[in-house]
């Protein structure tokens, strides 16, 4: 890791690449440390805990370090040659359709912006989709239906003015904690302000709220149906604003009449006073803001659930004013960035459409387009749909991982397994998707890349290179242009830097612009290279009229659409298409965690992200729990009617579920668990409209695993997936600071059958011993020195120390009728154990006296809760016990809290469940 060569410069400003805040982030260059910046308009200086540890997760080690072709490596020149080779051998074979590039949220703006024209103007097809499919599509969508174009209308600063906050399907505490905290400290500001939840679930983001609605999943189309109606209903609309700024309101409203607030409780299974409660805080303020995300968008409603959303702030005319509008907010770092230079299937570049005529001419012309596509292309599930066929020989991928974040992933694998030709462009060595791959293209990641993302409000931020290229790795726009030149295409793609992509896009959006279309870069067509460098965070459109950018949208009343009027879209709902029944009767929820981002590829590298949620749990409401005779951490065994293969997890029983709806965590892959990757679950049910996938709604059904022995090792190294799929049956990977912690299991006949036709290997189910396992684990263990052991019946302990350092833990615990209560006297926190691993250990002379050795006294205090701190559970609970009872106070006793912020919700929920459990 080396430090780009302007390191004369003290501090390089760049964008976080996490979510879709897109918070400022000033990295000091000698000192090698952050902080959030404090000038940048998304942040205003915080950072929440993901990107407060970004230094952490920036490692040579895992990283991709040169190109390869069929796991041999090759050089730039022969791999990029292969690529452009095998892409118009295909071409001229079967078609321009018969290739497909997949790629990502998380490319700059500049890299999609590339990879969009060599596919529409030069390959000539429109098979170009990415993984916001699976994110914004239907937001996406339900903004154009309703303004005629992909805009959103409000800034963060409308959070600081609204009189009413509704989350919808967002756990934005977790997921967008920077912009959480705003929403917090605008409460703290205007105390009158409220706060809405509308969650299944009691989520993080709960903590502050004056109201939740734990709606019965997928009923969020008769929730906002009920409130346009309860609108009209009380004459509470905006007549004068609907009747001159918007269509079809009459048939929204009639669509909307059945939705009385008893039949909305009813359907959406919601207690009537809080329903009408909601409806009455919506119809009573003068502004009101609907900040919407995953529980909205992926779901077969998708589309739908995003206009019955914006008809209610259509109906109150709150739009285009301060503190009021419709805000999608988006996932990914560039989610935004990607849609304005039309990187979707169905999109053009610029915000135009492929299959308007005008905007097509005008995009050929602009581009010298040599094979303009005419007709839209595959969105993601039909894209892996046409590669299983064998329709799609070619394929592309970037910066994503398919294989673990589709629904329906044994399909995807056979898709891939079946293509001719998977090219991958990643920045690691090992991920789900790379194992399918033959040709492999080393990226550069954050902190080498350089470029732009625009965040959920529509500002512009430079990301900034801080060091320089690890490896071979190149940049995509440049892996992109050089495959371009190879099939000919040297004149269109023969940028030299970054600002040269950009100055073409926002060329592009002022192309015979003439105000038709929003996204307008006019103001920014011209940009030299050093003000690229020094461009400052900006919101579009910046055009002559708004040449220091716009913040808000739309407060004209003009719309984007043939009569400048916005449209009302009459909603009729229906039920989710992945329905429970007989055989499968529950319904999976899936989501994130707060410390992991996505597929674990980046945070999986920090080991102090693994504290908050060390592995993947199934939270399971207590009622059903009992029902299927389970207690808490047992491992269960999940199936979908689509999948043979099952997810084993252990479970969380909480009350924070309904009764019958599960959750899981979307991060565990294969590549951190034999069995953990959820998404398996879903299948390819997906919105008509946007082609996003159900992927908050899946039917499944669930069963205790039946385990023969369990345990627990503790390595300084990692080991390689086939060594663990060897000695055991089942296994989570758990990064430490100083090496690693296995979950393992062996399981029982019915689980080993299944995981045996998948490995192929005959299940012998023999009965087992402990020393029969432990044999076969330790013949795999580098024995530094002599183990110890300790061995019951039903117990086993193995512990190495080398050098005075503990280099070895091995806890294995037998389970079942073969299992008896002789458990070795030891009290053994494994937790606290695997701090050790690679310290030094000299008060253990001999494996009792480490065993005997008491825990610290942090290990005993529960679950951590600040990662910044290391604050735990207990010690919080304790404080709030003796009254230190807001988390402003907390925070001065403990600290916690007081750095990136990210668990103050936890702290809030933490007084709120510690008060209640007091006697009074
Ligand atoms: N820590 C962390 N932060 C992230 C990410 C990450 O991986 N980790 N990823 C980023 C990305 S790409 C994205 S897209 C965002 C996602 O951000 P969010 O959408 O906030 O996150 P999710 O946890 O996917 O889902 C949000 C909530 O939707 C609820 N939900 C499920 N079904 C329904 C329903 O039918 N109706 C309603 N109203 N709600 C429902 C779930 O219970 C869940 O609490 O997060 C971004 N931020
Ligand atoms: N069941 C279920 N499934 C879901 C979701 C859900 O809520 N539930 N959420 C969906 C959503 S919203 C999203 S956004 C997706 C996310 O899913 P993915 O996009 O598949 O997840 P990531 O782990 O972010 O994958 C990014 C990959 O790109 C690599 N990478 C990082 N930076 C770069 C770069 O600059 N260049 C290149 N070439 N590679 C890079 C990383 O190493 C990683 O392998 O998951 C979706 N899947
Ligand atoms: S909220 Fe956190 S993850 Fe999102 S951009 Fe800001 S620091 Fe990064
Ligand atoms: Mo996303």
Not at 17 to 28: H, K, L, R, S, W
Request: aromatic letters at 8%; hydrophobic letters at 40%; glycine letters at 6%.
């Amino acid at each position: 890791m080396s430090i780009q060569n302007n390191s004369s410069v003290k501090v390089i400003q760049t964008t976080c690449p996490y979510c879709g805040v897109g918070c400022g982030i000033d990295v000091e260059v000698k000192a090698l440390s952050l902080v959030g910046s404090a000038a940048h308009p998304a942040n205003f200086g915080r950072l929440c805990v993901k990107g407060a540890h970004l230094l952490e997760t920036i490692s040579p080690e895992g990283r991709l370090l040169q190109p390869a072709i069929n796991g041999q490596t090759a050089s730039w020149d022969e791999a990029t040659t292969l690529v452009a080779l095998k892409l118009q051998q295909t071409i001229a074979e079967y078609g321009p359709d018969s290739v497909a590039f997949y790629v990502s949220g998380q490319l700059l703006t500049e890299d999609y912006y590339v990879a969009n024209k060599l596919m529409k103007g030069f390959v000539g097809s429109a098979n170009i989709d990415t993984n916001s499919r699976l994110c914004m599509s239907s937001a996406v969508a339900g903004y154009k239906r309703a303004f005629g174009a992909d805009v959103v209308p409000c800034s963060y600063e409308d959070i600081d003015q609204t009189e009413l906050l509704v989350l919808i399907g967002s756990n934005a505490a977790w997921t967008h904690p920077v912009l959480f905290q705003r929403m917090e400290q605008a409460k703290k500001s205007n105390p009158a302000m409220k706060i809405v939840v509308v969650d299944p679930r009691t989520t993080a983001s709960t903590a502050q709220s004056d109201l939740d609605l734990h709606i019965k999943s997928g009923t969020d189309t008769i929730l906002f149906n009920g409130l346009l109606n309860y609108l009209k209903q009380k004459e509470a609309i905006d007549r004068c604003f609907v009747l001159e700024n918007t269509d079809f309101a009459d048939a929204a409203f009639d669509a909307a009449e059945p939705y009385s607030p008893e039949k909305v409780s009813e359907l959406c299974d919601v207690e009537y006073a809080k329903v009408l409660c909601f409806f009455e805080w919506f119809a009573a303020s003068t502004s009101a803001i609907s900040f919407y995300s995953m529980g909205i968008n992926q779901s077969v409603s998708g589309v739908d659930n995003a206009n019955a959303i914006i008809n209610c702030h259509l109906a109150t005319g709150k739009i285009g004013k301060p503190g009021s509008g419709p805000f999608s907010i988006t996932g990914q770092p560039n989610a935004m960035g990607g849609r304005e230079v039309g990187g979707l299937a169905n999109m053009l570049a610029a915000h135009m459409e492929i299959e308007n005529k005008q905007h097509n001419a005008l995009v050929e012309r602009f581009w010298s387009a040599e094979n303009m596509v005419k007709t839209n292309g595959l969105k993601a599930v039909d894209m892996f749909e046409k590669l299983h066929k064998g329709d799609i020989k070619f394929i592309w991928i970037m910066a994503t991982n398919p294989v673990v974040s589709m629904p329906n992933r044994q399909k995807i694998e056979e898709a891939l397994l079946g293509c001719d030709t998977v090219v991958v462009s990643d920045t690691v060595s090992k991920n789900d998707t790379l194992k399918f791959a033959n040709i492999v293209l080393p990226a550069t990641g954050w902190s080498e890349k350089d470029g732009t993302v625009t965040n959920s409000e529509r500002r512009i931020s430079r990301q900034r290179a801080i060091f320089s290229p690890t490896g071979q790795a190149r940049h995509d726009w440049q892996i992109i242009c050089d495959v371009a030149a190879k099939m000919g295409y040297q004149k269109a793609f023969a940028f030299t830097h970054v600002s040269q992509i950009f100055a073409e896009h926002a060329q592009l959006t002022a192309f015979e612009n003439n105000g038709e279309r929003a996204l307008d870069l006019s103001a920014l067509a011209d940009l030299t290279k050093q003000q690229y460098d020094v461009l400052q965070p900006i919101q579009w459109p910046v055009n002559k009229a708004n040449p220091k950018g716009s913040s808000r949208m739309f407060m004209d009343n003009k719309f984007f659409t043939d009569n400048r009027k916005a449209k009302f879209v009459a909603i009729l709902p229906k039920p989710p298409e992945q329905v429970t029944c007989k055989a499968f009767p529950l319904v999976l929820n899936t989501g994130r965690v707060r410390d992991q981002w996505h597929t674990m590829t980046r945070t999986g590298n920090a080991a102090r992200l693994h504290q908050h949620t060390a592995q993947a749990q199934l939270s399971i409401h207590p009622t059903d729990a009992a029902i299927l005779c389970l207690h808490e951490g047992d491992l269960v065994s999940l199936r979908a009617q689509h999948s043979p293969l099952p997810v084993i997890l252990p479970t969380l029983i909480s009350k924070n579920q309904r009764e019958g709806e599960l959750f899981a965590p979307i991060h565990w892959s294969k590549t951190w668990s034999s069995h953990v990757n959820i998404t398996s679950l879903f299948t390819d049910a997906n919105d008509k409209i946007s082609g996003q996938p159900e992927l908050k709604h899946a039917a499944v059904s669930l069963k205790k695993t039946a385990v023969k022995a369990q345990g627990s090792l503790f390595v300084s190294h990692e080991w390689p997936e086939l060594l663990l799929n060897k000695i055991c049956d089942y296994w989570v990977k758990i990064k430490l600071e100083n090496g690693y912690h296995y979950h393992i299991a062996l399981l029982g006949a019915f689980e080993r059958q299944s995981v045996a036709e998948a490995k192929n290997t005959p299940d012998t189910s023999e009965p087992i011993s402990l020393s029969n396992w432990y044999a076969q684990i330790s013949a795999h263990i580098i024995q530094d020195s002599e183990i110890q052991t300790l061995t019951s019946a039903s117990q086993l302990i193995a512990v190495n120390i080398d050098q005075e350092a503990l280099s070895m833990l091995v806890v294995l615990h037998m389970h079942g009728k073969n299992a008896v209560n002789d458990v070795l006297e030891y009290q053994i926190d494994a937790n606290w154990l695997s701090t050790l691993l690679g310290k030094d250990v000299v008060f253990a002379s001999d494996i009792r006296d480490l065993l005997r050795n008491c825990p610290a006294e942090e290990f005993t205090q529960g679950r951590l809760i600040c990662s910044c701190f290391s604050v735990r559970e207990k010690t919080i609970s304790d404080a709030i016990s003796r009254g230190c009872n807001t988390v402003d106070n907390l925070g001065k006793q403990l600290k916690c809290g007081t750095n990136c912020g990210s668990c103050k919700s936890e702290l809030s929920s933490l007084i709120k469940v510690t008060q209640m459990e007091e006697p009074k």
